[in-house]
């Protein structure tokens, strides 16, 4: 087999056969029989599921903390387990630049194959296209995912926040965002900024168990956590004040956020949650994700008030008040 | 808002929103209630589902005969028709190069809806992502599926073909391949090639309604026919005869691949099957498959054998044996 991939690995023939059977089964750790067949027959996960998709884009391919290929298990597992689902299968879909290294796309597979067993999800079925060099940046990567959704679940969706909940973060906010920039643009600081992904429904269930209060989660991952707040305003048709000092930054993103111009509120984060959760149950939660490796930095940064509706106010680290806006721009491209 | 996507569009910010609930939704007929949130939460379609994902790069978008849109919503349904499943929700995540046309995007929508509403499933969650200028080639889109399986279906696989078992194919081989070659290359034809891209469920459930030796399905999509005919070879252990004459093809797709230099075998098909029946069904079979408007070309082409494990076999019109070669290389990237 050559050593790059070519038009004919595309093409749904013997090469495109070799590559999945000899490259990309073996590195995900899937055998030959029915795995990656255009369709995957299973019993369902549950009466209920969750559905989601996700595409990757992210440049560099790899990063410190990270590469595309956990990144593309971790967000679908992610989106699935913020409504409450425990991710069960994954579908995998890549669009592959001609000339694309094939020991790198082995290197990949395995990232994938890894990520999967960390997130106690299966990889049932996927698609490989191949196009002409030029019509795509190296490697995007789609990934869908099913989870089961357990019987009685509360509804977990913003519009259930009510004045005097609690909000809640699991963790540092940026880390990602933060990486993927040094990588991008080979800035080098130490200690090196590690990006957080991470697979977040083992927190998620803790939490759900823990706490019968919880209204809704969020991953703040593109417009980072200011998105997340926004939304959650907008939904709920309520006021948040947030408390700058209480949100967790590590201090080196902080300091690095200056230095850079950038607000690590808008950073993207890919192993952290967003959480509103009825305010009397507030500490309980918190202790519950501090019980949990991803959230051992969880705190309260904020709650939920019936003045302002819509807007998110931050107390400011100098007592003021100022409206924490909904990212307009796009600051950071190709950052998931 | 403007009249072309920028990187604003795939930041997660208000631009993302904006292009979320006042084009893509609203072209696709989705309401902006939990519609296209990043997870669906909904109740299993079945005790057993079937689940797959493809990518689509076909260029040119628009091609006689269909889109992008339409090829996605299809593509997708169909891999979930050739297990016997029951199409019943898509997923839909586009990467969107900076640039590219709202109001194409907005058509697209629209087509991607009406595919969906005439195939009968629903596009319950999505993503959009944007690349700068030269990341990608205007647009790629990967659709993937959930399908419910009858209880008690017989398992649809080639190696659950026997000698005496009959080929069938539902109708003309190679449309869509040239005619999307064809307005690649601007070539203009009367009367003109149109791709044959329809949705396959409806057909399969009338012919396992009617049949109950089918032995497996696939649709002759990249690769065409030869492929499957390849891969029928190869996993059922057994040999395949093909008679030359049998095989559909329109006229015109015939004479342009002669001037042309192609083979229909080899051409991608997006609205046709290929079926391995009991021999003592092929005509019943074929009658079911010409029961629908989608099959009423449907005819048997050929044979399963002992003699010759893993070879596919054409009697040509001259009365003389030549291999089906697997192809191996690639003579028309992008076409789906």
Chains 1, 2 share one sequence.
Do not use: W
């Amino acid at each position: 087999m050559s050593t790059t991939i070519t038009l004919a690995h595309g093409a749904g023939g013997r090469a495109s056969d070799e590559l999945l059977r000899e490259v990309i089964l073996p590195a995900i750790g899937e055998g030959t029989g029915n795995a990656l067949c255009d369709s995957a027959v299973l019993p369902s996960p549950g009466e209920t599921i969750a559905f989601t998709t996700d595409g990757f884009t992210v440049t560099p391919l790899f990063f410190p903390g990270g590469n595309i290929g956990r990144l593309a298990v971790f967000g679908t597992v992610n989106d699935l387990a913020m409504v409450g689902a425990v991710p069960q299968v994954l579908s995998l879909a890549m669009i592959v630049e001609e000339g694309f290294s094939i020991d790198v796309l082995r290197q990949l597979g395995r990232e994938v194959g890894a990520a999967a067993r960390e997130a106690s999800v299966r990889i049932v079925t996927g698609d490989t296209k191949v196009v002409g060099k030029g019509a795509v940046d190296a490697l995007f990567v789609t990934t869908s995912g099913i989870g089961s959704v357990a019987a009685g679940l509360p509804k977990l969706s913003p519009d259930q926040a009510r004045p005097g909940d609690a909000l809640l973060v699991s963790g540092t906010m940026g880390d990602h965002g933060l990486a993927v920039l040094a990588a991008r643009e080979r800035l080098s600081f130490t200690p090196q900024v590690r990006s957080d992904c991470a697979p977040l429904s083992p927190l998620v269930q803790c939490l759900l168990g823990a706490v019968p209060g919880v209204r809704c989660l969020r991953d703040p991952t593109r417009g980072g956590l200011a998105s997340v707040l926004n939304e959650f305003a907008r939904a709920s048709h309520a006021g948040l004040v947030i408390d700058e000092g209480a949100v967790p930054v590590h201090s080196v993103v902080s300091s690095l956020c200056e230095i850079l111009g950038l607000d690590p509120f808008y950073l993207a984060n890919e192993g952290k949650l967003v959480a509103i959760v009825d305010g009397a149950q507030a500490e309980r939660a918190c202790a519950a994700l501090r019980d949990h490796p991803l959230g051992r930095d969880a705190c309260c940064i904020g709650r939920v008030t019936s003045e302002h509706p819509g807007v998110v106010v931050l107390r400011t680290h100098l007592g003021t008040n100022r409206i924490v806006e909904y990212p307009t721009g796009e600051l950071l491209p190709r950052i998931c």
